[in-house]
């Protein structure tokens, strides 16, 4: 949508601060040894790439990634893919923060610590409004469109909001709003998610996606970091404050406008979650297109060959993504995302899996249902998915039966 003057201006007076600092619990092993935001998904991409794409093609330039846990690959990845987009003489800028540890032995105690360690960057930025913004989810969000609507309410926040079936909402922030889509209600991670008015089988949940106007923000977390009985988090502590004290809070409602209905998000923080979101890009039309050239979504791609089939007697590629330097040699791939560099060897049989890069897959190998690290070697003849008490004795196996191969892995 062409945004007016006046948006366009705005757009210009807006920060942006992406929370990449999680520790990332829920998808060790994945993250032992990377940030979250860092992990690779979709094959060619780390998750951190769709928010820093959105941010960019929303004509938003000038950003700030707060960092943390295990940063180094992600500090890498922004600096080889991302600094090279962006302008200085124009004040376009991606710059990496740290904890600033403003006593000597804390990092960051939540999101909303996070913020008031780095309040100088806001001092020295000067911004009119900060979009505050997660590492770790998939989705496609024009921000022009979230501020236009920013403005016209008059919030002192704007909260982007997705419709979801009440069962999936105990895991998410679920808010309440009036006709006007004023917050006059949330509740973090609630066991009963409140249904919509509208739909009772539906709840409205927060992408985790924040557009503040700068003094509010500022405020809310200063007030925040000498409160009693705080977690220091904007979904638990300062959002249900500032709707109970009446402050105008609004819900940006993401729908895909071409046919009326929720539009694609995915919080990919755990295995489950993970395994899954990657699996909705193989479909025969996916809900999530990696390949709408007019959003393009950009990374760090490494300099490997074109990907390359041989033994067409053997090979069989069904529904499956192969990035740069995939060799497959005489296997089978059904439904799987390989990332670059990797290789499939004669009569391997690969099933519903997310292999890493630089993985090597043993001949009369058969994987199915299997996430499988950077840098792995399966030997040859190893079945890995098909007896999940013998898996449990070498690899991390999820409730579901998903199997996580991780860096290091011992094969007997």
Known sequence: MALSREMQSALRGVL???????????LYPLTKRRAKPSVRFGGAYRM??????????SGLKRIYVLTQFASTSLSRHIRRGWSGLLADDLDEFIEVLPPQRLTADRFYKGTADAIYQNLFVLQDERPERVLLLSGDHAYKLDYGDMLEHHVHTGAALTIACLEVPRESATQLGVAQCDEQS??????????????MPANPDMALVSMGVYLWDTKALAQEVATDVTARDTKHDFGRNIIPSMVERGLPVYAYIFRDKKVDKPAYWRDIGTLESYWAANMDLVNLVPEFDLYDGAWPIYTYRPQYPPAKTVHPDLTRVEDSLL????????????RS???????????ANIDECVVMDDVDIGEDTKIRRTIVDEGVSVPSGYQIGYDLEADRKRFVVTDSGLVVVALGAVFD
């Open 323 to 334: 990035c740069d330097g995939c060799i497959i040699s005489g296997a089978t791939l059904r």
């Open 48 to 57: 951190i790439d769709f928010t820093l794409s959105n941010s960019v093609n």
């Open 337 to 347: 995302i390989l990332s670059p560099g990797v290789r499939v060897h004669r009569r």
């Open 16 to 26: 942006v601060m992406i929370l990449a600092g999680g520790q990332g619990e829920r």
């Open 182 to 195: 004023r917050i006059i209600g949330f509740e973090e991670k609630p066991e009963d998610p409140k249904p």
